[in-house]
């Protein structure tokens, strides 16, 4: 059993960042697949960033790209979410999630357990 717990959300400006943490208990992050959702309010849920098995590789969805980027404590067993030049559109919950290693899809149902999200909201 994986208990993760999220942090770091708040009310930010267009253009401004935060960072998203997610500590872990009851397995290592780095022997899983640990990734990033968002929901929007009647929105699906969607994955916005993933890293694999290893913590070498990452994948972030285009709208993302270049700005988000996903990353691994091994000492601490957290995993991050640097959101930078945050837009009106990144507002959402943000989950995160871990699945089984080898797992490459970035799907909800692909993931066995989940935080209880934490808010993000970007105003102009």
């Known amino acids: 059993l994986v208990q993760l717990v999220e942090s770091g959300g708040g009310s930010v400006q267009a253009g401004g960042s935060l960072r998203l943490s997610c500590a872990a208990s009851?397995?290592?992050?780095?022997?899983?697949?640990v990734a990033w959702f968002r929901q929007a309010p009647g929105i699906a849920r969607e994955g916005v960033a993933v890293i694999y098995s290893g913590g070498t590789e990452t994948y972030y969805v285009d709208s993302v790209k270049g700005r988000f980027t996903i990353s691994l404590d091994n000492a601490q067993n957290t995993a991050y979410l640097q959101m930078n030049n945050l837009q009106l559109e990144d507002t959402a919950m943000y989950y995160c999630?871990?699945?089984?290693?080898?797992?490459?899809?970035?799907?909800?149902?692909?993931?066995?357990?989940w935080g209880q999200g934490t808010q993000v909201t970007v105003s102009s």
């Open positions: 009851g397995d290592t992050l780095s022997n899983l697949v």
């Open positions: 999630a871990t699945g089984d290693a080898g797992l490459r899809r970035l799907h909800e149902d692909s993931f066995n357990y």
